[in-house]
């Protein structure tokens, strides 16, 4: 008898902090369209939603807690998609700014980086002249000072006010190799209960590159350390989006697309939306023959408490 097909969990992250409006005009920043687009990759087989807040007026990052209530409740009333929160703010903000939306709002999911490291987007200042608000430059530039703060203490705090207050499960952010070892560490101090969701990241500037030796690297790394304590996905930037998402899923894995992580459908070709980024990944997926899981399915595979318990 043929082995049932094992459930792929896509993620769609919707804006993020890396992009900014002059880069695509389908990057959404105001509350209705990140809704939208929020719902429709969820209608196209995205079972979890990573969301950053922008400001309405200009797109510009915002941790403010007002911002994130002007869609959380239309995306929820809408979707069964679990809602998975960002803690990696934008380029000044403090720990406690960075996860104050999530603890108000107490989702079944937020993002916690596993490590301190450069975190930059200053190339990307080169590629644009005109600029639709006159914040961009200048945050793209000033990314080459910036360093991501993620420290044990940094990470034991957003353990203890969001893990054990709020029963909120992590996407453990993974840049690189030595984030898997500061996990494992974490996790032997018991700030973490298996299975742990990682997210291992390629192809940001100041983190591991996306090349699938990499891939492999990481993931062999993972199994070594947590065996089979562990769920993963895979998030490759720009252009490796899509093949090491393919990559992924091929080796066992999940899967994360979105506009946060890439503005392309294409070599060269801007996409239209996050939803048609899911719709691209799920015909990939199931031509491959893996079946994409529902959120119940999701909530089911990441041990989650439930969309009746968010605070939204
Ligand atoms: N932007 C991604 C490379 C976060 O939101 O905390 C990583 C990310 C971080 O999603
Ligand atoms: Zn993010």
Not at 49 to 61: D, E, F, I, Q, Y
Not at 104 to 111: G, H, K, L, V
Request: aromatic share 8%.
């Amino acid at each position: 008898m043929p082995k049932p097909s094992r459930k792929v969990i896509i993620t769609s992250a919707i804006t993020g902090a890396i992009h900014t409006p002059t880069m695509s005009d389908a990057l959404p920043y105001k509350p209705e369209d990140i809704a939208r687009q929020a719902i429709e990759a969820a209608e196209a087989g995205a079972a979890v939603l990573h969301l950053h807040a922008r400001h309405p007026l200009n797109g510009s990052v915002s941790i403010d807690p007002e911002h994130f209530m002007a869609f959380l409740p239309e995306i929820k009333a809408s979707t069964d998609a679990v809602i998975n929160l960002s803690t990696g703010g934008s380029l000044k903000n403090s720990i406690a700014e960075r996860i104050a939306p999530a603890e108000r709002f107490s989702p079944e999911m937020c993002s916690l980086n596993m490590g301190s490291m450069n975190f930059s987007m200053h190339p990307l200042a080169d590629r644009y002249t005109d600029w639709k608000f006159d914040w961009e430059e200048a945050y793209l530039r000033d990314s080459d000072t910036y360093i991501f703060r993620n420290t044990f203490r940094d990470i034991a705090t957003i353990a203890q006010n969001l893990g054990t207050q709020h029963n909120v499960k992590f996407e453990h952010e993974c840049y690189d190799v030595g984030h898997l070892y500061n996990l494992k560490f974490c996790m032997d101090s018991g700030l973490f209960k298996a299975p742990v969701f990682i997210q291992f990241i390629f192809g940001i500037l100041g983190g591991i590159g996306p090349e699938i030796d990499n891939l492999v690297f990481m993931k062999r790394t993972a199994d070594r350390l947590f065996g089979d304590q562990y769920r993963w996905s895979v998030l490759g930037a720009g252009g490796a989006q899509m093949s090491l998402a393919t990559a992924a899923a091929a080796m066992g894995g999940n899967v994360r697309v979105g506009l946060e992580d890439s503005l392309l459908i294409s070599r060269g070709k801007l996409a239209e939306s996050n939803a048609q980024q899911v719709r691209k990944v799920r015909k990939l997926l199931e031509e491959l023959g893996h079946e994409i899981a529902t959120p119940a399915e999701a909530r089911e595979m990441l041990a989650l408490k439930g969309a009746s318990a968010v605070n939204f």
